[in-house]
Structures are given as structure tokens and as C-alpha cells.
């Protein structure tokens, strides 16, 4: 499935944003498992959070836990990430990435995902 994450930007400390991950139409998007991931320069790509295929369960890294929300219309073929009280930290490229046969404990690792979107740039500024 091809994914194009969008809805980056450059925003103030305590700002929002909301990042987008639309699959191509033609796929059953409510077969996948998606997940959100950020990488700066010189490190790993960092789990930030997932969605269950129906959407009734979520997972974030504690980092972001209680300032992120993922979120999914499958009719629309989207998964969102709402992100509020945004910190420098938060800086990196974020990418979403699918998967179909992923299970709820490997949700966080980005080796395990098969499908991945080009990334969209969220830069913090303070």
C-alpha cells in the first residue's frame, strides 16, 4: 500500500498540528495496523504511536503520551496524529508506516513494518 504523510510545518513551543497519512484507494485500509514514527539526523527511527486496525486501541511512547493523539477514518483511508503542547524535542521527520500482520506486541517496532510513507518535516521552534 503507498501512504503520502502530510500536514507538517514549522510551529511555536506549546503549538499544534495535525499529520495525515492517506493510503492510496484500492486497499482495505482497515486491514492495517499503522503506526507513527520520528527520526532526527544521526539517531534511530523512534516509535511515537500506533492504531489497532478498527481503531479501538492506541499505543504512544511515554514521551509523547497525553500531548499526541492518533486517530483513523477508514472510510477515508487516513490515519491523523493530533499533536498539541509541541516541544523543541519534538523536532524530527515523522513518517507513517502499515502493516497487516502485525501484533499488538510488536506495534513499536519499526523493523516489523512493511509499508512506509515519504515523511513530513515538524520543526518546534522556542
Known amino acids: 500500500v503507498q501512504l503520502q504523510a502530510s500536514g507538517g510545518g514549522l510551529v511555536q513551543v506549546g503549538g499544534s498540528l495535525r499529520l495525515s497519512c492517506e493510503a492510496a484507494s484500492g486497499h482495505t485500509f482497515s486491514t492495517y495496523v499503522v503506526g507513527w514514527f520520528r527520526q532526527v539526523p544521526g539517531k534511530e527511527r523512534e516509535f511515537v504511536a500506533a492504531i489497532s486496525r478498527n481503531g479501538g486501541s492506541t499505543y504512544y511512547a511515554d514521551s509523547v503520551k497525553g500531548r499526541f493523539a492518533i486517530s483513523r477514518a477508514n472510510a477515508k483511508n487516513t490515519v491523523y496524529l493530533q499533536m498539541n503542547s509541541l516541544k523543541p524535542e519534538d523536532t524530527a521527520v515523522y513518517h507513517c508506516?502499515?502493516?497487516?500482520?502485525?501484533?499488538?506486541?510488536?506495534?513499536?517496532?519499526?523493523?516489523?513494518?512493511?509499508?512506509w510513507g515519504q515523511g513530513t518535516q515538524v520543526t518546534v521552534s522556542s
Open positions: 508506516a502499515a502493516d497487516r500482520g502485525l501484533i499488538t506486541s510488536n506495534y513499536r517496532r519499526a523493523d516489523l513494518y512493511d509499508y
